[in-house]
Structures are given as structure tokens and as C-alpha cells.
């Protein structure tokens, strides 16, 4: 990843709020294809997404956000 691509990356982290999935779209423009790499940064583990929901490394739903933006939120 290039300096400045990292430095966007990090910044959004250091800014998103929840909704995640509705700010990342909405507010910073993000592809569907980025939202693991800025959600992994977040719960600082590697996290796979399905739908709206995220999992961490054990298959554990660690948030959910439907698409009204309500969350839940299990960290």
C-alpha cells in the first residue's frame, strides 16, 4: 500500500463513527472491496465482512448495521 493511500486509510479510521458501513460509503467514498481493510484497523484483528454484519477471527458477529443505519455494536 503507498504512503499516501495508508495515510487516508489511518485517518479514516482515526474519524469514522457509526454507522460504519453507511459513513464509509456516504462520507469517504469507500468500495465495498475497502471496508475489511478499515474495519480490521478499527478492532485492531483481521475481520471478514458478510452482508452487514463483521466477524472477527473466531467467526464472533462483532457488529451489525442494517441499512437504515441502526447498529449493533459487540465489541
Known amino acids: ?6 495515510r487516508y486509510i489511518n485517518y479514516i479510521v482515526n474519524e469514522l463513527e457509526t454507522p460504519f458501513f453507511i459513513n464509509m460509503r456516504d462520507n469517504y467514498g469507500l468500495s465495498e ?23 472477527d477471527n473466531n467467526d464472533n458477529n462483532i457488529y ?12
Open 1 to 6: 500500500m503507498n504512503k499516501k493511500y495508508e
Open 33 to 55: 472491496k475497502e471496508y475489511e481493510l478499515v474495519l480490521s484497523k478499527i478492532y485492531d484483528q483481521s475481520v471478514t465482512i458478510e452482508g452487514n454484519n463483521v466477524y
Open 64 to 75: 451489525y448495521e442494517n441499512s437504515d443505519g441502526e447498529i449493533i455494536d459487540n465489541r
